[in-house]
């Protein structure tokens, strides 16, 4: 799972779950497909604050367990994502672009959520929902004495 990321002014565990799905859902991540894929992805980990946890590829689609830092929008990471690999799949895999007549290899779209190494929603909304509230109810007391 994720660490903490520590930089000047925040400290983060910013987990996401991204799926990008090819252009037309063709079946186009075949094994030397998907070994640019994931050499493409150790290179980005290379230049940005993205670190690739897990790549699990499918035909057409690829789920990744990435983990960021708040330096950037995540659609920001997104685009460089998507936009890396292609390039580099379509040049060292051009039988690909034949595939795709369109010239684009992922589909416009992408499906993310937050993963959470602490709790579920309900566990979270509980906590958050929960702060302060011992001190509080200690304070209104104390008031109402006086």
């Not at 994720?2 to 991204?18: P, R, T, V």
């Not at 290179?43 to 699990?56: A, H, R, V």
Request: hydrophobic letters at 35%; proline letters at 1%; glycine letters at 6%.
């Amino acid at each position: 799972m994720g660490k903490y990321i520590s930089k000047s002014h925040n400290k983060s565990m910013l987990l996401y779950h991204l799926v990008c799905t090819v252009k037309y859902r063709k079946d186009v991540l075949t094994k030397a497909v998907t070994d640019t894929l994931v050499n493409v992805c150790m290179e980005i980990e290379e230049i940005s604050d993205i670190t690739f946890i897990e790549i699990g590829t499918d035909v057409n689609h690829v789920h990744f367990l990435i983990q960021t830092t708040p330096s950037y929008s995540i659609s920001q990471y997104v685009k460089l994502i998507k936009g890396r690999t292609a390039n580099k799949i379509f040049k060292i895999n051009p039988e690909v672009k034949q595939k795709l007549w369109g010239g684009e290899f992922w589909s416009d779209g992408y499906w993310i959520v937050t993963v959470s190494k602490h709790g579920s929603e309900d566990v979270i909304r509980e906590y958050v929902k929960n702060q302060g509230k011992n001190k509080y109810d200690l304070l209104y007391k104390s008031e109402d004495k006086f």
